[in-house]
């Protein structure tokens, strides 16, 4: 069971490039979300989906957009990239309409904007 | 606005001792609280959730505590282990519309030495 997997790991980019992180789930989750985690901050909600053709905005939306087409993938595409936008990017998912369910996270996907 | 505070922000322990990190939040309604543990370059990882009603929760050498009347939750690490040093991470719930959105504390990251 591969749980949620994020792609790639570590990724540097120049500032104005564009380019999607990946995240898929095998775990038939509908729910699923992107965070960002910086240095002395909690992780925070950037978009998150409850189910197929469904997004919405979370926290910090802003210079980042979703979709979801299929139930298992959720791809975050950064459209010009900043400086600010370097972080750690965490995909999670769990079970919609389960009130205490768990959420799962991936290994992270290490982003350098310069 | 909902919050989350963690302390201590680091804490630095011999391996064997037993230790205590602290989770106080403001999110109302409360639904859930969960106890994450981080390991350096990892995604999170669920080590407890815990509802309104209950107010202890084991997890072998991690217990959680929750007192939802003072809104403050604790986490006891017991015989430490040197695979214990990571962040641990509080995150709260709240019921109703924002039950897709948690609110994160910042972490309390623990070393454990030989």
């Known amino acids: 069971n591969a749980g949620v997997t994020q792609t790639p790991k570590f990724q540097v980019l120049k500032t104005g490039q564009s380019m999607t992180l990946q995240c898929a789930q095998d775990?038939?989750?509908?729910?699923m979300s992107w965070y960002r985690q910086d240095p002395g901050m909690g992780l925070r909600l950037i978009h998150y989906s409850v189910g197929a053709g469904i997004t919405d905005q979370g926290e910090v939306p802003n210079g980042y957009n979703v979709s979801r087409s299929t139930t298992e993938d959720f791809p975050l595409r950064l459209l010009s990239a900043a400086p600010s936008q370097t972080s750690v990017y965490f995909c999670?998912?769990?079970?919609?309409?389960?009130?205490?369910?768990?959420?799962?996270f991936g290994e992270g996907s290490r982003l350098t904007v310069l | 606005k909902n919050q989350v505070e963690q302390s201590p922000q680091s804490l630095i322990i011999l391996e064997g001792k037993n230790c205590t990190l602290q989770?106080?939040?403001?999110?109302?309604?409360?639904?859930?609280l969960r106890w994450y543990k981080q390991d350096t370059g990892r995604g999170p990882v669920s080590l407890t959730i815990m509802t309104f009603s209950e107010n202890t929760k084991s997890n072998g050498r991690y217990t959680a505590t929750l007192d939802a009347d003072t809104k403050q939750s604790s986490l006891h690490i017991t015989a430490s282990q040197l695979s214990d040093s990571a962040s641990y991470i509080c995150?709260?719930?709240?019921?109703?519309?924002?039950?897709?959105?948690?609110?994160f504390g910042k972490g309390t990251k623990l070393s454990v030495i030989p």
């Open positions: 999670a998912s769990k079970l919609a309409g389960v009130r205490y369910g768990e959420l799962f």
């Open positions: 775990m038939n989750h509908e729910y």
């Open positions: 995150v709260v719930s709240a019921t109703g519309a924002g039950s897709y959105q948690l609110t």
């Open positions: 989770c106080n939040y403001t999110v109302s309604p409360f639904s859930n």
